[in-house]
């Protein structure tokens, strides 16, 4: 079976040699960077998660120079896992390649195999099924709901997983029949909260500040909303109506009296309009 191309790669192999060679150095202890001796797997998560995101924000950008610096410190997240690992003795970096290697070929037998497919609702299925049985899950343990929700909330940031969760949910019926009761259910969690941060403890008011937020994401979803977007959104209209008032600042905002930050403010946010 003929798996790859006949183009030479080898500048691209060799890149990549570069890089394994350049992580080793900054993790041997004999000239190594502190920093970098210093970290675990546990300590770098914090940068796999950051530097997923900055991919996808230089994606949104469509530049490509920023999408090949983020794709590479992203890289350079999964080269130092697996260094970390090798020096443990536990797998090496060219592990993680032959697996996911094999991993792509086993799950796709209409392209390395005899399988035929007609649609793209067929290799999903075939996927999900070859991936359960790679689990060690029957077909229907793998389809039920609550498995299927867990993966979300152990995988997944939370704001997607709850996304995700009640679209699975509604799928099976698990769903409001109009928007009207959707409503009810927000204000009525939002009442819980309110009555929760003055009668109850702590954790029951963090408790109840998820079911209200659980409700607000079900709002987006009935809405065709996407929420990590809305939110995004909202954070970068924050900083740019900061950075209109230090524009308009002539000292530092810790000099500036509560209602004299409010009128900056107010400013800033006219400004911003008017050129919107």
């Known amino acids: 079976m003929e798996l790859y191309s006949s183009e030479n790669h080898a500048e691209t192999l060799a890149a990549l040699q570069k890089l394994i060679n350049v992580v080793a150095k900054l993790r041997s202890p004999q000239g190594g960077c502190p920093w970098d001796l210093a970290q675990?797997?546990?300590?770098?998560?914090p940068y796999i998660i950051e530097e997923a995101y900055e991919v996808v924000d230089a994606?949104?950008?469509?530049?490509?120079?920023?999408?090949?610096?983020?794709?590479?410190?992203?890289?350079?997240?999964?080269?130092?896992?697996?260094?970390?690992?090798?020096?443990?003795?536990?797998?090496?970096?060219q592990e993680?390649?032959?697996?996911?290697?094999?991993?792509?070929?086993?799950r796709h037998p209409?392209?390395?195999?005899?399988?035929?497919?007609?649609?793209?609702e067929q290799v999903r299925k075939n996927w999900e099924e070859i991936k359960a049985a790679e689990k060690?899950?029957?077909?229907?343990?793998?389809?039920?709901?609550?498995?299927?929700?867990?993966?979300?909330?152990?995988?997944?940031?939370?704001?997607?997983?709850?996304?995700?969760?009640?679209?699975?949910?509604?799928?099976?019926g698990l769903e409001w029949q109009n928007i009207e009761e959707v409503w009810q259910k927000f204000y009525e969690e939002l009442q819980e909260f309110q009555?929760?941060?003055?009668?109850?403890?702590?954790?029951?008011?963090?408790?109840?500040?998820?079911?209200?937020?659980?409700?607000?994401?079900?709002?987006?979803?009935?809405?065709?909303?996407d929420p990590s977007e809305a939110l995004r959104g909202t954070n970068q209209r924050f900083i740019q109506r900061i950075q209109k008032m230090e524009a308009f600042a002539d000292r530092p905002f810790s000099d500036y009296t509560l209602?004299?930050?409010?009128?900056?403010?107010?400013?800033?946010?006219?400004?911003?309009?008017?050129?919107s």
């Open 195 to 225: 009555q929760a941060l003055t009668q109850e403890t702590p954790e029951q008011q963090q408790a109840e500040l998820g079911d209200l937020l659980f409700s607000i994401l079900q709002l987006a979803r009935w809405y065709n909303l």
């Open 40 to 45: 675990t797997p546990q300590t770098l998560t």
């Open 259 to 275: 209602e004299e930050l409010e009128a900056l403010w107010q400013q800033a946010k006219a400004q911003l309009a008017e050129k």
């Open 136 to 172: 060690g899950q029957s077909p229907l343990e793998s389809q039920k709901l609550s498995t299927k929700l867990s993966n979300y909330v152990r995988k997944l940031p939370p704001l997607l997983a709850t996304m995700k969760i009640s679209h699975k949910a509604a799928a099976v």
């Open 110 to 120: 209409h392209v390395f195999g005899e399988v035929s497919v007609e649609s793209v």
């Open 96 to 106: 993680v390649a032959e697996g996911i290697c094999q991993k792509l070929i086993r």
């Open 59 to 93: 994606i949104n950008t469509g530049e490509q120079q920023a999408i090949a610096e983020e794709l590479g410190d992203l890289l350079l997240q999964v080269v130092l896992q697996a260094q970390i690992a090798k020096e443990y003795g536990q797998f090496s970096l």
